[in-house]
């Protein structure tokens, strides 16, 4: 369920090009999830969130806090919404040592649809790689998802 969403009709005309009408949150991941260590392979993260937009003509903004560590892992992250790749982003191994890696991004998709869209992160790493390793504070994994008015 969006966190916030807008549905009167006339109050959303009324907004100016650039307003969110809503936000919905996936559930955050705590704890560390699985390398990938085989090429060429994409693996879901467990990070997936569900939005329906108002318009054709609307945007959804995907913002991701994604890290994690590795060792020497050369890597991609994915963005799909439904079966389709959306944007994909590289990650530069560093040297044979466990380093920490932020993978987070933002994206400004036009998916063009009022149907319920269903985007979620994928990654693939030729090395050693783990996301979310705990430290001394707890941390997360998360996907948010916001509907633009276009």
């Given amino acids: 369920m969006p966190l916030t969403k807008l549905n009167?009709?006339?109050v959303i005309e009324r907004l100016p090009t650039g307003s969110v009408l809503q936000?919905?949150?996936?559930?955050?991941?705590?704890?560390?999830?699985?390398?990938?260590?085989?090429?060429?392979t994409w693996t879901d993260i467990g990070l997936s969130i569900n939005?329906?937009?108002?318009?054709?003509?609307?945007?959804?903004?995907?913002?991701?806090?994604l890290h994690g560590s590795s060792y020497g892992a050369n890597g991609y992250i994915k963005l799909v919404r439904d079966t389709t790749d959306v944007t994909t982003r590289a990650t530069?191994?560093?040297?044979?040592?466990?380093k920490p890696t932020n993978m987070s991004f933002t994206h400004l998709d036009s998916p063009s649809s009022t149907n319920v869209l269903t985007?979620?992160?994928?990654y693939n790493f030729t090395a050693s790689?783990?996301?979310?390793?705990?430290?001394t504070i707890t941390s997360y994994i998360v996907?948010?998802?916001?509907?633009?008015k276009g």
């Fill in 23 to 40: 936000t919905v949150q996936g559930t955050p991941v705590s704890g560390q999830l699985p390398s990938s260590v085989v090429t060429n």
């Fill in 129 to 135: 790689f783990y996301f979310n390793i705990p430290t």
């Fill in 8 to 10: 009167s009709a006339s």
């Fill in 51 to 65: 939005i329906q937009p108002s318009s054709t003509s609307n945007k959804i903004l995907i913002t991701t806090n």
């Fill in 119 to 122: 985007y979620k992160i994928q």
């Fill in 92 to 98: 530069q191994g560093t040297s044979n040592t466990w």
């Fill in 143 to 148: 996907i948010m998802a916001q509907e633009i």
